[in-house]
């Protein structure tokens, strides 16, 4: 079988390998239909994910079919639709023990420290994975785990009915945290720097959007909450600037979440803070959020619209990584098709 391997920056090699076969009696072997390209294997890519242990098999969006899996599994039969939940955790840790295994001391995390789904098969615990409706179409599917990145932070916000929400940036990750915020019965105001990104906001269902390279973001905030501040900021586009933004535009008693993973400083003074009780909040991955958003999908209450923009052949693999390099603004979220 083939699977695609980053040995460093820029090299991407689509080799032969064997085709794994369950040896562990807890372990199903899944063969994706679709794998999703994040901006973090795109960082993978260009050596630049300090967490990623070269070589490495990239991949943690995806959705394929079950083939097989060993005497330990009960809840899967073969031919299953499944999804895969990328982390593992100890379930011992600090972290782990206060519902946070997806900051686990041991986190390891498919297709960044294990080798992930950009290959024909793959074995992994049945606890990773989950069964969807077979009904349910593969690029929505695919869709799946990024969407969790966007329920796992407006959990993390505390979104909840008739709050004002400011979502930075119209990327994936902006329009999955619109939808989740919207679904949990938000005001949702998106703020971005290109016209486009904004406008497939509007249609994706932003009640406002807002350029910020040509209007101030204080004064749309102003006006839109009557003065009061959003109620809460989500941080999807992770910049120096909208992180510095958002202690400027929430509103007293609100929280900002952070889902950035720059070492770049910001300049942020404790008055805000202190003066509006803020909570500051981080978000990373998910955590419990796969069944929420399997069931949103699988109801049609939560739809990727045309968040897929593109689908390569996986031997095509070199060349999706070529178009989104040369394409930034182009490409909203690209899949492999196996
Ligand atoms: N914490 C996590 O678990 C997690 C998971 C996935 C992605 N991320 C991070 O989330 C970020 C977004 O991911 P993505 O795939 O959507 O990226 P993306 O690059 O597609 O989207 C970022 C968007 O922000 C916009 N932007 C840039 N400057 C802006 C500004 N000043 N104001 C408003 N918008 C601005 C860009 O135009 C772009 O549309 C990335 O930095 C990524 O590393 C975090
Ligand atoms: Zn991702
Ligand atoms: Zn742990």
Not at 178 to 205: H, N, R, T, Y
Not at 237 to 254: D, L, Q, R, Y
Request: charged letters at 25%; hydrophobic letters at 45%; a negative charge.
């Amino acid at each position: 079988m083939k699977a695609a391997k980053v040995y460093g920056a820029k090299d991407l090699r689509l080799e032969e390998v064997e085709t794994p076969r369950i040896t562990k009696p807890a372990d199903v072997l899944v063969k994706p239909a679709y794998t999703g390209i994040c901006g973090s294997d795109v960082h993978l890519y260009h050596g630049k994910n300090p967490l990623a242990v070269l070589p490495r098999i990239m991949g943690h969006e995806v959705a394929g079919v079950v083939e097989d899996f060993g005497g330990e599994v009960k809840g899967l039969s073969p031919g299953d639709h499944v999804v895969i939940d990328p982390i593992s955790f100890c379930g011992k840790c600090y972290a782990c023990r206060h519902n946070m295994p997806n900051v686990c001391e041991s986190l390891l995390v498919f297709g960044v420290q294990q080798d992930g789904g950009m290959r024909e098969y793959f074995t992994i615990p049945e606890k990773q994975v989950l069964k969807i409706d077979k009904n349910l179409p593969w690029k929505e599917a695919a869709l799946i785990e990024p969407f969790t990145i966007g329920a796992n932070a407006a959990a993390r916000g505390n979104v909840g009915i008739g709050d004002t929400v400011l979502v930075e940036g119209a990327g994936p990750i902006g329009i999955a945290a619109l939808k989740l915020a919207k679904i949990k019965g938000a005001q949702v105001m998106v703020s971005d720097v290109v016209d486009e990104k904004l406008a497939f906001a509007g249609k994706q269902g932003a009640d406002i959007t807002v350029n910020t390279a040509k209007t101030d973001l204080e004064e749309a905030v102003r006006e839109w909450t009557k003065g009061e501040g959003v109620n809460k900021v989500i941080d999807a586009a992770c910049t120096t600037p909208t992180i510095e933004a958002a202690f400027k535009v929430v509103s007293a008693a609100g929280t900002i979440v952070f889902l950035s993973f720059g070492e770049e400083a910001a300049k942020i003074a404790p008055l805000p803070i202190t003066k509006k009780q803020l909570t500051v909040a981080g978000s990373r991955l998910q955590t419990y959020q796969f069944a929420n958003v399997i069931r949103l999908m699988e109801s049609g209450a939560l739809r990727g619209g045309d968040l897929v923009s593109h689908i390569f052949p996986f031997p095509d693999i070199q060349k999706a990584f070529d178009f989104i390099d040369a394409h930034p603004g182009e490409v909203k979220k690209a899949l492999l098709e196996f």
